[in-house]
């Protein structure tokens, strides 16, 4: 019985001090030699079988403000003494439409969101019609003018 145990204690921990040692002494290639990085994997739980994984958090995600003003001279930049219009403009964002002045969150880092601006009595001049969130957290401001239709 004591040899048994004895053998059993041994082949143990040959496993043990192989399963340390093996990437040790070269036997499998590291990611740094390819220049390739490796992001720790986010454990889970008993709880994300039942409920799903939490949700991001809002510094992981970007924002996007949009602003619309009435460019009184046409020259597609907000002057002092140009007023702002609220509720004149809707924007449509991911197939949202929201009210300007309009602030979007939860927009995915790393994704491109095409942004489509009309309105009743004004014609915003949408300049840029396509924005993208390259960075956490990041907020995107957009000042949005617009023409007074006759």
């Given at each position: 019985m004591a040899k048994r145990l004895?053998?059993?204690?041994?082949?143990?921990?040959?496993?043990v001090f192989f399963a340390g040692v093996g990437p040790a002494l070269g036997s499998a290639p590291s990611g740094e030699e390819f220049g390739i990085s490796h992001e720790p994997s986010r454990r889970g739980n008993i709880l994300d079988l039942f409920f799903g994984?939490?949700?991001r958090?809002?510094?992981?995600?970007g924002k996007l403000v949009i602003?619309?003003?009435?460019?009184?001279?046409?020259?597609n930049r907000r002057d002092p003494g140009e007023r702002e219009l609220h509720d004149k403009i809707r924007c449509t964002v991911d197939e949202i439409t929201y009210k300007v002045p309009a602030l979007i969150p939860g927009l995915d880092l790393s994704a491109g969101y095409d942004i489509e601006c009309e309105g009743d009595?004004?014609?915003?001049?949408?300049?840029?019609?396509?924005?993208?969130?390259?960075?956490?957290?990041?907020?995107?401001?957009?000042?949005?003018p617009c023409q007074k239709l006759n």
């Open positions: 004895t053998i059993l204690t041994a082949a143990i921990l040959a496993c994984p939490a949700p958090l809002p510094t992981e995600r602003y619309a003003f009435h460019d009184a001279n046409g020259n009595d004004y014609l915003p001049l949408l300049i840029e019609s396509h924005v993208f969130i390259e960075r956490r957290g990041q907020i995107i401001r957009i000042d949005l």
